[in-house]
C-alpha cells in the first residue's frame, strides 16, 4: 500500500475486501495489525505466538470479511478483536492441553518455592503418579493453581471458563484429588 493512501473508513474498507481489493486488505492489515500483536503477546507472552495469533487472525478476518460474514461494518474493530480473542484462546488451550503433567519438571529449590521445604523428590513423584487417575481439567487446574501459582484470570482464561467457575472446579478437582488418594493408600 502506498504512504500516500488515503486511510478508509471501516465500510469503505469492508466493501473493498468484499470486492477482492488487495490493497483495501493491506490498508486492513496496517491499520489493525500492532493491535492484534499487542493483545496477543499480552496474553501469551511469546513474541513468536504473537506474530502466529496476529496472522492468523488476519487469515480469518479476510475469509469471514470476504464471506460477507460482518453484520455492520462500524463493528469491523471489534470484530478484529473477538477474532483475535478467539484464536488465542484456541492456541492456549492447545498449548495446555498437549502438556501434561509429567512434562513438566520442577526444580522447586530453585524457584525459591515454599514448597520447596516440604516436597523432596519421592513426593513429587507420588503427586504425579496420583494425577495420572484425574481428569485433563483437573490436573491442569491443579499444577496451575498450586504448582505454577498462577493468577486466577490466567488460569479461567486457559481452561476457558468464567472466574467465578474456578472455585467449584477446585473444590472438585480438590475431592476427587483425595478420592485417589484414599483409594491408592488402601491398595
Not at 467449584?168 to 491408592?184: M, N, P, Q, T
Request: no cysteine.
Amino acid at each position: 500500500m502506498q504512504p500516500s493512501a488515503e486511510l478508509l473508513s471501516s465500510p469503505e474498507l469492508v466493501a473493498r475486501i468484499l470486492k477482492g481489493d488487495p490493497e483495501a486488505e493491506a490498508q486492513l492489515y496496517e491499520m489493525f495489525s500492532a493491535r492484534v500483536y499487542f493483545t496477543a503477546l499480552t496474553e501469551t507472552h511469546s513474541k513468536e505466538d504473537a506474530e502466529d495469533v496476529r496472522a492468523e487472525t488476519f487469515l480469518r478476518v479476510i475469509q469471514a470479511l470476504r464471506q460477507d460474514k460482518l453484520r455492520s461494518a462500524d463493528s469491523l474493530p471489534s470484530f478484529i478483536v473477538g477474532i483475535t480473542l478467539n484464536v488465542i484462546r484456541e492456541l492456549l488451550r492447545q498449548k495446555y492441553r498437549v502438556d501434561s503433567l509429567e512434562d513438566y519438571q520442577y526444580d522447586i529449590a530453585s524457584e525459591g518455592s515454599h514448597e520447596s521445604v516440604f516436597l523432596d523428590e519421592e513426593t513429587r513423584r507420588s503427586i504425579a503418579d496420583l494425577a495420572k487417575y484425574l481428569k485433563p481439567r483437573d490436573r491442569d487446574f491443579l499444577r496451575m493453581f498450586y504448582y505454577e501459582e498462577r493468577p486466577k484470570e490466567d488460569i479461567a482464561r486457559v481452561l476457558g471458563v468464567r472466574e467465578e467457575q474456578l472455585r467449584l472446579i477446585k473444590a472438585r478437582a480438590l475431592k476427587r484429588f483425595r478420592e485417589v488418594y484414599e483409594k491408592l493408600r488402601l491398595k
